[in-house]
């Protein structure tokens, strides 16, 4: 099973709860700044709900983004000791963004959030029926635009990266015959076309 590390910017963002984090596969470290002295009661019960899956780090010193290079050198850390790992920082910081794309082109699975619930393993978990699969797929293929897989073997690995390689093969297949049944997509051979 992937771990999946979530790292907030709480300085950025403050989370309610952490109550969707508490499953086996996420561990959360929570970045606190300097002077942030208070932190809401539900929020705190949520991460010690977690156990050792949970965890404070309280910056000692102050200075431009000092919380930033403080979750840069944490991935750095825990993508050494663990390179399949899945990196969500949570920031509305879009000043991560270079060094997301740097570690993409490295191969380190990472993205940035603006909201826990955001987190894409979460949204695609909540996926339970096919139905909900077939829109979430839509929406993705929709976003793609011109670059939409043009092979049935790069369809089913973009639907399988899509639900974070969660579904089995069956799984993701039956989903490609659904969305052939519905007219969304024409396979002939190892082609693929689209009418969405």
Do not use: W
């Amino acid at each position: 099973m992937r771990i999946n590390y979530v790292l907030i910017d709480f300085e950025n963002i403050q989370p309610d709860s952490l109550e969707q984090l508490d499953h086996d596969q996420f561990k959360v470290l929570v970045f606190v700044g300097m002077y942030q002295e208070k932190l809401p009661f539900e929020f705190a019960a949520s991460l010690q709900r977690l156990g050792d899956r949970g965890k404070y780090i309280k910056l000692t010193g102050n200075g431009p983004n000092a919380l930033d290079f403080h979750i840069t050198y944490y991935i750095g850390q825990l993508a050494a000791a663990d390179p399949t790992a899945y990196f969500h920082i949570i920031s509305k910081d879009a000043g991560y963004d270079p060094l997301i794309q740097h570690l993409k082109a490295t191969k380190i699975l990472v993205g940035r959030v603006t909201s826990v619930s955001d987190i894409p393993l979460l949204k695609t978990s909540n996926c339970k029926s096919s139905t909900d699969r077939i829109e979430m797929i839509l929406g993705r293929l929709r976003g793609l635009k011109a670059a939409k897989p043009k092979k049935v073997e790069t369809l089913t690995s973009t639907i399988a990266a899509l639900f974070q390689k969660q579904l089995s093969d069956k799984e993701v297949s039956g989903l490609i015959n659904e969305l052939s049944t519905k007219g969304y997509v024409t396979v002939s051979g190892t082609k693929v076309s689209y009418a969405i």
